[in-house]
C-alpha cells in the first residue's frame, strides 16, 4: 500500500512538473514571438517616420526652390546688365582728332556776276572736318551721301543764291521783294564722289550780310 501511494505521488510530482514547464515553455515561446514583434513594429515606424521625413524634405525643398527663384533671376539680370555695362565701356566715345566730314561757314561780300563763286567770310569757318572746304569750294574727301544748307541775309532786291555740284545747278534760295532785309535758306541732300565739288553762286547781283552761312555734311 506505501508502495502505490509513492508511485502516485511520484507520477503526479511528474506531472505538475511538467505543467510547469510546458507553461514556462509557453510563456518563453510567447515572450520571444513578443519580442520579434516589438522589433517588426520598431521597423514599420521607422519607415514609416523617414517616409514623413523625406516627404517633408520634399516639400521644403520645393518651397526654397520656389523662394530661391525670382533671386536667381534678378541676380542673372544683374549678371546680365553688367554684361551689358562692360560692353557699353568698350564702345568708345569720338575723340577731337576723329573728324566727321562736314562744313559751316559765314559767308560775306557783294557780288555782280553769277558766274562768281560766293566767298566765306575770312576767319569765319566755324567747323572744317576733313578739310574739304578751302573758304569757297568743298572738294569731296570721301564718297557718300550729303546735305547742303544755305541761309542769306540781303538787302538786295530779288537776291538769291544757287547750289551748285560741279556744273549743275541743285536748288536756289530765292529772298525776293525789296525791303531793306530779306532772308531765305534752301538744302539740298546729293550723292558725292570724291572730287565732286559743291559751291555756291548768286542767282543775280547780291549783297550779303555777314549772317548769312552755308554748311555741309556727309550724313551716310
Known amino acids: 500500500?506505501?508502495?502505490?501511494?509513492n508511485f502516485v505521488w511520484f507520477v503526479a510530482f511528474v506531472f505538475i512538473i511538467g505543467v510547469k514547464g510546458s507553461a514556462s515553455l509557453a510563456v518563453s515561446n510567447s515572450s520571444e514571438e513578443y519580442g520579434y514583434y516589438n522589433i517588426y513594429n520598431k521597423i514599420d515606424s521607422m519607415?514609416?517616420?523617414?517616409?514623413?521625413?523625406?516627404?517633408?524634405?520634399?516639400r521644403k525643398n520645393n518651397m526654397l526652390r520656389q523662394i530661391l527663384q525670382p533671386i536667381t533671376k534678378m541676380d542673372d539680370n544683374i549678371e546680365m546688365s553688367d554684361q551689358s555695362s562692360q560692353v557699353t565701356k568698350t564702345v568708345q566715345p569720338l575723340q577731337k582728332n576723329d573728324t566727321a566730314v562736314g562744313f559751316?561757314?559765314?559767308l560775306s561780300g557783294?557780288?555782280?556776276?553769277t558766274s562768281s563763286n560766293i566767298r566765306g567770310r575770312e576767319n569765319s569757318i566755324l567747323?572744317?572736318?576733313?578739310?574739304?572746304?578751302n573758304g569757297t569750294v568743298f572738294t569731296c574727301?570721301?564718297?557718300g551721301l550729303y546735305l547742303f544748307h544755305v541761309s542769306l541775309l540781303s538787302s538786295t532786291t530779288s537776291g538769291g543764291i544757287w547750289i551748285y555740284k560741279n556744273t549743275q545747278q541743285l536748288t536756289l534760295a530765292y529772298s525776293g521783294g525789296d525791303p531793306q532785309n530779306n532772308g531765305a535758306s534752301v538744302s539740298a541732300v546729293v550723292w558725292l564722289d570724291v572730287g565732286d565739288q559743291v559751291y555756291l553762286r548768286p542767282y543775280r547781283s547780291l549783297s550779303l550780310d555777314g549772317n548769312s552761312a552755308f554748311t555741309g555734311v556727309k550724313v551716310n
Open 104 to 106: 559751316t561757314t559765314k
Open 141 to 143: 574727301p570721301s564718297s
Open 1 to 5: 500500500m506505501f508502495h502505490i501511494l
Open 47 to 58: 519607415q514609416k517616420a523617414f517616409q514623413t521625413l523625406e516627404t517633408n524634405v520634399q
Open 127 to 133: 567747323y572744317n572736318g576733313g578739310n574739304g572746304y
Open 110 to 113: 557783294s557780288y555782280s556776276s
